[in-house]
């Protein structure tokens, strides 16, 4: 079946450096492709997105690139601070004329050392 | 925008009963996705429901089933609760057109 695999399981960076995580998706239907942040005791919290046909996507700190050939997409976050610890989940969806359907892959934990 | 409401936030329930879970979504989203989320599966797709219609369906036993009312509030229901069923129990809202989901803070449920 359909799944997504997410890489590494943990991270950890010191305050300032950059942290990279990368997703590598099977259903080459799958054109919606966002990234999730879920802090302790609360659900997860959408911070970016990319769709099929865009290459790279930037939002101040974070970024998240889609290379479509090879099936896998991955977040970039810069000069890293300790509020960006959590755990971060990629997804990719299938969107379809009978709506749509998400698979998340396994979750990253993120510790930004102060 | 007041954003997605789930109710009750925690719940302890003994094997064999069953349970309702409440998820009021965003103002305008007709979409409500229900998830599971454990240690060790990570998050899984239950249901999703549009229009009062499931348009999706996960890998799950029938004993989940949920339903979505006119007003887009909905509800999802497990019988027969098993001790793996204890979970984190999040539902997310979209408009309904695009996959754009936005979650809310979640259900837990603990059973002994």
């Known amino acids: 079946g359909e799944n997504v695999e997410q890489h590494p399981s943990t991270l950890s960076v010191q305050e300032g450096d950059s942290a990279v995580i990368k997703c590598t998706y099977s259903?080459?239907?799958?054109?919606?492709f966002p990234w999730y942040k879920q802090e302790l005791g609360k659900g997860p919290q959408l911070i970016i997105d990319?769709?099929?046909?865009?290459g790279e996507k930037k939002d101040q700190r974070i970024a998240v690139t889609l290379n479509k050939t090879a099936k896998h997409f991955s977040l970039h976050i810069t000069e890293t601070q300790p509020e960006d610890s959590a755990v971060y989940f990629c997804?990719?969806?299938?969107?379809?004329?009978?709506?749509?359907?998400?698979?998340f892959g396994a979750g990253t934990r993120l510790f930004v050392k102060a | 925008k007041a954003g997605v409401t789930q109710t009750p936030r925690y719940l302890i329930k003994t094997r064999g009963q069953q349970v309702t879970l409440s998820c009021s979504p965003i103002?305008?989203?007709?979409?409500v996705s229900w998830y599971q989320q454990t240690p060790g599966q990570g998050l899984q797709f239950l249901f999703e429901y549009f229009s009062e219609t499931q348009r999706n369906k996960g890998n799950f036993p029938g004993r989940f089933s949920g339903r979505q009312f006119s007003n887009s509030r909905s509800e999802m229901n497990v019988s027969t609760l098993e001790l793996g069923d204890s979970a984190l129990y999040l539902c997310a809202s979209s408009l309904g057109l695009a996959p754009d989901q936005f979650f809310g803070p979640g259900t837990r449920l603990t059973v002994l």
């Open positions: 259903d080459s239907a799958s054109n919606y």
């Open positions: 103002s305008g989203h007709r979409s």
């Open positions: 990319i769709r099929s046909n865009v």
């Open positions: 997804a990719a969806s299938t969107v379809s004329a009978g709506g749509f359907k998400t698979i």
